[in-house]
């Protein structure tokens, strides 16, 4: 008998049949003989409405009371779930986040979670029932109701599983598993079976929306094995672990595409220290998260500075960094919102040499430019021009071999 | 600077227009220099929705999640008002039903208050804020989400200012007061200044729904003065509190009237111990409430037993009585849902006599017959034929002298 977590998200449960539908299939989880826990999160567009009424009524809304708000959509969505599996005849239990005991720190709206104590909860599994635990949601030690940011129902899922010491951790999502590449843009994109979680990382970085960075992360550290799949069939889906032997053997696993960011480039900035302090410095203060940043060697004493910014974020980021380049006496500032980030991901890079440059050798068989490079140990990205992103993600998808299963698939 | 609780109804924080209102009037009582909490109900309309989803989900739900999903309602209410306060420049905090720790009995969806920790109020108080507390709700001893059943809102308020030690508890509602009689049946109905918690207490058990029993029960047992005003304008509405001389000179405050009451008459039952527990147990377990027992001395043994039960219950009832009556061999069972209560209610009954005789020659001046009787203390209330209703009540309100305002108005 295992100890399952499984969570669904809020298109799963978006109205009363889903919740059924949701219902039907975690009683036949416990009818196999498991025991179950159920983290869930808001009903579909429950969370803009309670936002929608929010902002109606205050310009700035403060975080605290923005929490309080949040925090009841996964209050009515684990109600009405428990209620579902009773109707089928299966014993279920609620709990929200301050009764679980997800413990998280003050910074609400996005806080980390600190501990979970899931002694309710245990008991709850002792006594036959299954638990229906709200995602997103958690409390500080003063009591206080804390969100954990979006997609943060992954992460209260990884922290039950993890505190709970269960054997799996299921995401049941509206697509059935992590791909070679987005299927949309390579029709012969494979479904991966396994993953690790470093590589999971990367991808969900890089722009695969299927898993939240921060539950991998956090996966990763407690060793919680993650099997995302469909809640819409009920085939397997991949496996995101701990890396092994066997995935070494493979080069690259996947191909991510990124189209949403534009790159700014500072000209001739003085190369001295605490230049780009002050720079990367005003830009964190307006909230914009820096993806690359690539600087290279100066000459004449002064240096070129490029990085990338979400797309919405370009128009704001361009008009910050005008002001501090002419502080910093910079020659010039260039932006270029018409780009696309392709990178190649896997583990065996790390025992593998010459993979990037058989990446540059792909697209410049293309004529692609590369405007920007970006590695780590386990990834390379290169920027482009937008319109060749699409023809790259073939390219490369084809160059590595991934059609062909080059990872070797295995069932659960 | 008196420390001051209000209340606010589903209905006057039903949408973001009238959440911003009662944001204002709040906004006003602080400006007076007064320390202030604030309870809210949820939005008029929320927890029909909720039980509307609930009951798609499950046939007979579990009460635990019906309270974890209906508690959700005023934790919007109390983050929306927060919001709109702080709009305005004010401070504010919100806090649920388990933040203030209103500790219930595990009896779901119509739990007592067993206690009232207010520290956390108390201390958002002390640093300036407006506290903003959510109506309805409380929490077990093991941190489950109760509700206190409907009407709970004005409970919840009653019950902080007790904890408080609040100098007044004003309850906002959708009429300006007390009146000595329904406006609609009598327009000489005068709006009262003062009435005692005795008194109110028989007019909402009678049918006057300005105020729930057990909130006036909460506040007399441990001296809470409440103002019920409107929500729609600024006048002074009636004080509920300690009865005192100067009540007691007034012999009748007011005229209550109830037409959703049917009538069961038993005839011919066995006068031997036991008989009315068996009667009334089985109505009892069916979860009916009996308002007023009537039974006559015997004769040649047997007795005829009057009661009168809600009239939506009534076919029920009357299915259950047929039972028993043939069970204990009675003669018939007869009924009948064309009746009124009226009653007359006054602290001044103690200390004056004759006031029933007074009624019941009104009454017979008009050809009215009276068909059951029932007094108490500070009360005699009368069954009627439903079409005589708004007449008694009339003639009742002229005979007394109420419209003339025979007890002293006074100003706040």
């Known amino acids: 008998m295992s100890l399952i977590v499984q969570k669904y998200g809020g298109t799963s449960v978006g109205d009363v049949e889903r919740i059924k539908r ?42 605290r009371e923005i929490d309080v708000i949040l925090a009841t959509g996964e209050q009515i969505s684990i109600g009405l779930l428990s209620l579902a599996i009773q109707q089928q ?32 909860v245990q008991q709850a599994l002792q006594e036959g029932a299954i638990a229906i635990v709200a995602g997103f949601q958690g409390v500080t030690a003063e009591d206080e109701v804390t969100t954990l940011g979006r997609g943060g129902s992954d992460l209260t899922a990884v922290a039950m599983a993890s505190a709970l010491k269960a054997d799996l951790c299921e995401i ?14 390579v029709p012969e994109a494979r479904k991966l079976a396994r993953i690790s979680y470093d590589e999971m990382l990367e991808m969900a970085s ?29 085939s397997q889906g991949t496996l995101v672990v701990q890396e092994d032997a066997e995935m070494e053997k493979v080069v690259v696993s996947g191909i991510a595409y990124n189209k949403n ?68 006496a910079a020659q010039q500032v260039v932006g270029d919102d018409k780009i696309a980030k392709v990178s190649i991901v896997g583990v065996g890079m790390r025992t593998h ?21 970006s590695t780590s140990e386990i990834k390379v990205s290169c920027v482009i021009d937008a319109k060749y992103g699409e023809l790259a993600v073939r390219v490369l998808h084809d160059v590595f071999g991934l059609a062909e299963g080059a990872m070797v698939e295995e069932r659960l």
Chains 1, 2 share one sequence.
């Open 89 to 120: 005849g299966y014993k279920a239990r609620s709990f929200t986040g301050s009764q679980v005991r997800i413990q998280t720190d003050t910074a609400h709206t996005r806080a980390k979670i600190l501990s979970v104590e899931a002694d309710r």
């Open 353 to 373: 040499s010459g993979v990037a440059a058989r990446m540059f050798e792909a697209l410049s068989r293309q004529k692609i430019n590369i405007m920007m490079i």
């Open 206 to 234: 890089l722009g695969a929306k299927v898993l939240q960075a921060r539950a991998v992360e956090y996966a990763k550290n407690y060793g919680v094995p993650i099997h995302v799949r469909s809640s819409f069939n009920m």
């Open 172 to 185: 049941f999502t509206d697509v059935d598993g992590v791909y070679t590449a987005d299927p949309n843009v």
């Open 261 to 328: 960011e534009a790159k700014i480039t500072v000209l001739r900035v003085a190369d001295r220290p605490g230049i780009a302090a002050r720079l990367f410095g005003q830009v964190a203060e307006a909230n914009i998260v820096v993806d690359m940043i690539v600087q290279n060697i100066s000459q004449d004493g002064t240096t070129d500075i490029s990085f990338t910014v979400p797309k919405a974020d370009y128009p704001k980021a361009m008009q910050i960094v005008s002001g501090v380049a002419e502080e910093i």
């Open 22 to 63: 949701v219902a039907r299939r975690v009683v036949q989880t416990k009818a196999e003989g498991h025991r179950l826990v159920v983290v869930v999160s808001a009903m579909a567009g429950e969370t803009d409405r309670l936002l929608g009424l929010a902002a109606q009524v205050s310009d700035a809304p403060d975080e």
